[in-house]
């Protein structure tokens, strides 16, 4: 590929993920995860190339045009999916970054892994990226791309974005290798966060641990600067709202009621399976609600939809082990013979069945110990079709800083928790049509448009 992209995404991940069957036949499939959701519509806007892992390891591919784009497949080896991929961005920075609510591990060999596939991304992407083309790097698996990059290719334009939380730096100072990823995500010019807090983190760890000047906002190297702000990611708030009017989606979400037999009350839930997401407190807070006669299972369903991720490693085979005897528990020991009072489906689902199942739900419950944003909860606000749904929402997702007329819980506090659920079920109605027309304002008025305009404006601003 010639040098000729202007506009460059880098993400671990591309859209699409390949998918070979047994019998060989290969198939391809939308990548799991927010960073997709959000990304693929700035890409079909934008145009360019996205460079990023097709999902297979062991497998070199071609770049392909696909959806008005460039895909630019990087391979990885069995042995890099395990100590990059598994290890050091899903064992190592996942947990740290994410409040440590399960324990990092800290090994050598995934550390020199991780440098290794950053320096490939870099690589390829010095390759494609055109004369003074802006370049955008995503998240965690990659913070060493920009120093590497803007060694090899001084004349692009660098932006970062981190798609999950920044810890606090008494956190982050546990990282055997601290230094090499504040170095990385300092060859950027602008490196963007999910919410304030996470920036200042960031900006108070260069103060720290660099004897760099800090001038407001822009960390001052010698040759570039490179700024650092937050920049609330969102959602085609409009793609979705079109989506679930589309009558085969009504029709969808029409059948779907049929199925559970029309209860009273839908509580939902929607996650990868990921034990960042709270789904131990939630099935336990609404297994006790059942269990307690205070949610009656003859009328009232919760609906728990789980998307497979990263299914090899422990903590993430303990949680789908956890849940599933959660689950088995509590619909054994509750409700009559018929329809079971939580329904648990541990797959992925086109995005067409996600919104028909958004339109039935009364209550989406959604309960990340940390998270970086939550697009689930912007998903839900956007394509519930009327006033009268409810979102419970963890004060520990990103989005909880706007949607401020959520259910706000602490998931840790199993009552609370439970009070809140309870709440957003028995609300007057006038309350919750209140209370969702405030958050569709705001799902409305920040956009995916409007996020990546705002970082990308600024981008090339700064670098100009
Ligand atoms: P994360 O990036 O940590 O996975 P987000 O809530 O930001 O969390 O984004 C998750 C994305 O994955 C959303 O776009 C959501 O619609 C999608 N998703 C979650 N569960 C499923 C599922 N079972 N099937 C299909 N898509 C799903
Ligand atoms: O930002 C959340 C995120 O970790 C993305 O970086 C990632 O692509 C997505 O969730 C799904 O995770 P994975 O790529 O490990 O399946």
């Known amino acids: 590929m010639n040098r000729d992209a202007q506009f460059v995404v880098v993400a671990n991940r591309l859209p699409v993920d390949r998918v070979v069957a047994d019998d060989g036949s290969v198939d391809w499939r939308t990548s799991p995860g927010g960073l997709v959701t959000a990304l693929e519509p ?5 145009g360019g190339a996205w460079i990023g892992w ?14 008005g784009y460039q895909i630019v ?37 995934w550390w020199d892994a991780y440098v290794e596939v950053n320096r490939r991304f870099a690589e390829r992407t010095a390759e494609v990226a055109a004369e003074g083309a802006t370049v955008w790097i995503q998240d965690y698996q990659l913070q060493l791309v920009p120093q590497l990059l803007r060694e090899m290719r001084p004349d692009l334009k660098i932006g970062f974005f981190l798609h999950i939380p920044f810890p606090p730096i008494e956190i982050f100072l546990q990282l055997p290798w601290r230094e090499q990823i504040i170095q ?3 060859g950027a010019d602008l490196v963007g966060f999910q919410v304030p807090g996470a920036a200042s983190n960031f900006r108070r760890l260069v103060r720290k641990r660099t004897r760099l000047k800090l001038d407001r906002d822009r960390v001052l190297l010698p040759g570039h600067a490179c700024n650092v702000k937050a920049y609330p990611i969102s959602i085609d708030t409009e793609g979705f709202i079109e989506m679930a009017q589309d009558p085969d989606v009504v029709a969808e979400s029409d059948a779907l009621l049929e199925e559970l037999g029309h209860p009273k009350v839908v509580l939902l ?46 903590e993430y085979r303990r949680l789908r082990d956890d849940i599933d005897q959660l689950v088995g ?18 797959a992925s689902f086109p995005r067409t069945t996600m ?32 006033t009268s749904g409810a979102l419970v929402l963890s004060e520990f997702a990103g989005a909880a800083q706007e949607l401020r007329q959520a259910y706000l819980v602490n998931p840790y506090d199993l009552n609370g928790l439970k009070e809140s659920i309870m709440r957003a079920v028995t609300d007057p109605r006038i309350v919750r049509q209140r209370r969702m027309r405030a958050l569709k304002k705001q799902v409305l008025a920040n956009t995916i448009d409007s ?7 600024d981008l090339r601003e700064l670098t100009s």
């Not at 961005?89 to 609510?101: E, G, I, K, M, R």
């Not at 269990?291 to 299914?311: H, K, N, W, Y």
């Open 355 to 386: 919104a028909a199942m958004y339109r039935i739900a009364d209550v989406m419950v959604v309960t990340p110990l940390a998270d970086g944003m939550n697009l689930v909860a912007k998903e839900y606000v956007a394509c519930h079709p009327n």
């Open 54 to 67: 097709h999902g297979a390891p062991d497998e070199e591919l071609d770049p392909f045009d696909h959806d």
């Open 269 to 314: 839930g929607v996650d990868r399976l990921d034990y960042t997401k709270g789904l131990r407190q939630r099935v336990r807070a609404i297994g006790e609600l059942f269990e307690e006669g205070r949610l009656d299972p003859a009328d009232v369903v919760f609906m728990q939809i789980a998307t497979p991720s990263r299914e090899r490693v422990d």
């Open 451 to 457: 996020w990546a305009d705002s970082f990308l404006n």
């Open 184 to 186: 990385g995500l300092l």
């Open 329 to 346: 528990r509590i619909n054994s020991e509750v409700g009559g013979i018929g329809r079971p009072p939580i329904v648990y489906r541990h």
């Open 42 to 46: 700035v890409m079909r806007k934008q």
């Open 73 to 109: 497949p990087i391979p990885l080896s069995q042995q890099e999916f395990e100590e990059y991929y598994e290890g050091f961005s899903n064992a190592t920075l996942w947990p740290l970054y994410h409040d440590t609510v399960a324990f990092p591990e800290f090994h050598r060999e």
